[in-house]
């Protein structure tokens, strides 16, 4: 809750949280350049900064893909204060982006990565990943009701053997048809932006065609879309994510393709 950047309103009511908690800007080296030269200079001592949470491609806040080079110089920030660095593949992780964790595709070693959603394909795990000398700690310092439910592991360990026996494959293979696919409805539709994202983790933004993000169009299209029988998401200020489960099909792929482009004809 502290360290979510997403929606005021899932902050709202949930006063106090935990302070000195900064964010600052996704993704891209002016950010990076506001950390070191503005931040750690006049408000923030690096030396007292615990961690950097990063996702690897933003989620909510869009699908964002950071700047060439983002994550590595992220890295090397961190190891010149001696920062931990923390990647949130909650959203990213577990295949969705052809690699185990979306990090990889960046040849980035992170200090943490914290994993969830896809983790038990759909049961309830969350899962916090190290090295022994971060992860050892005294019994019963991190106790939870519901923590390691021997279901919810087996489920996982039931995920990783299907990750690795073909779904991390097949997500290569419908990620490109989906994003293909999304292209060419890009260039049918003057409102709908080429995809961006990875694999299976790819997002579109709506345009009014004078320049405008056009939330109201995004919104219209998600409702058709459920009418139709597509369950889609939005994301960031007007983007439709495509965050299909990592299982899905050529038929699957091309069916969802010709609703958007019939709810695109009428949207004209
Ligand atoms: C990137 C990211 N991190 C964290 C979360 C929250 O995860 P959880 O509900 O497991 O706390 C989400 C939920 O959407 C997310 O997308």
Redesign the pocket.
Known sequence: MSL?A?KVVQRAGFRSLVPAITHIPYGTHASLDYLEQQLFLAMVPPQEVAAIFV?PI???GGYIVPEDEFLARLREICDRYGILMVV?????GMGRTGRLFAIEHWGVMPDII?S??GIASGLPL?AILSRPELMTWAPGSHATTFGGNPVACAAALATLDLLEGGLMKNTTKMGKLLQAGLTKLSEQFSQIYPPRGRRLMVAVDLWDGEGNLNPKLRNSILHGAFHRGLLLLGCGKAAIRFCPPLVIDKEQIHTAIAILKNILSQEQ
């Open positions: 979510t997403s996702e933003e989620g909510e949130d593949e909650v959203q990213s914290t969830a959603k969350g």
